[in-house]
């Protein structure tokens, strides 16, 4: 059922998504089987999040947060926190990029603890984008650095073009405008080499853009 709530998500049908992930949380609990029952509760929390229902999507992530904290998952833990600070910010409000940073450095805190790479660079794009939001772009930019390095490393090209991006979108803010079109240069090479043409066109946009 998670895997089917998966496919449906990912082919837009959020309603039939929604639906699997409900089953697998009711048979989770039927198997009571509290580590399904987690996945379910974040799979169903990001579907929420694609309808645009973030409230919802946060209290099913924040009830997935508290049975990974129960069964000492501290992956599953930092999963739960990334999803939850992505739908508090998605909902927005005066609060929202704070409550959702606060996430994301817990999240991050958590993964350094266990050394998956791959996840801490997840969590540091988080906070780049974050800090991004807020203006503070040298906090940004540090944040994007350190998760294309270690992208880099594990030869994950889909991340490293997302840090990439981010690094420029850093310099742009700050009026560094060649730098900028330097750096999304580079990114669009990425673009280009993984076939992805939807990055591609926004980054020579942005390229077009600094150039002016």
């Not at 048979?27 to 929390?45: F, H, P, R, T």
């Not at 209290?59 to 739908?87: F, H, P, T, W």
């Not at 906070?127 to 390095?149: N, P, W």
């Not at 994950?156 to 990439?164: F, P």
Request: charged share 30%.
């Amino acid at each position: 059922k998670l895997l089917m709530g998966e496919v449906a998500n990912q082919a837009g049908k959020t309603e039939q998504s929604v639906k699997s992930y409900e089953e697998a949380l009711f048979e989770s609990v039927i198997l009571d089987d509290m580590n399904k029952g987690a996945q379910a509760y974040v799979c169903l929390g990001k579907a929420l999040a694609t309808q645009g229902k973030y409230v919802d999507a946060a209290e099913m992530v924040s009830r997935a947060k508290k049975i990974y904290k129960d069964l000492e998952d501290q992956a599953g833990e930092a999963n739960a926190l990334d999803s939850l600070g992505r739908a508090i910010w998605l909902r927005g409000g005066p609060d929202a990029y704070a409550e959702a940073q606060g996430y994301f450095a817990k999240a991050l805190k958590i993964r350094r603890q266990t050394e998956d790479n791959r996840a801490i660079a997840s969590s540091l794009v988080n906070l780049g984008r974050i800090y991004h939001g807020k203006g503070y772009l040298v906090h940004s930019r540090k944040y994007f650095d350190e998760a294309h390095g270690l992208y880099t490393e594990l030869g994950e090209r889909w991340g490293e073009l997302d840090a990439t991006i981010g690094m420029g979108a850093t310099w742009f803010e700050q009026r560094e405008y060649r730098r900028a079109a330097d750096i999304w240069k580079r990114a669009s090479k990425i673009a280009e080499e993984i076939g992805d043409r939807r990055s591609l066109s926004i980054l020579l946009n942005n390229m077009g853009e600094a150039y002016i």
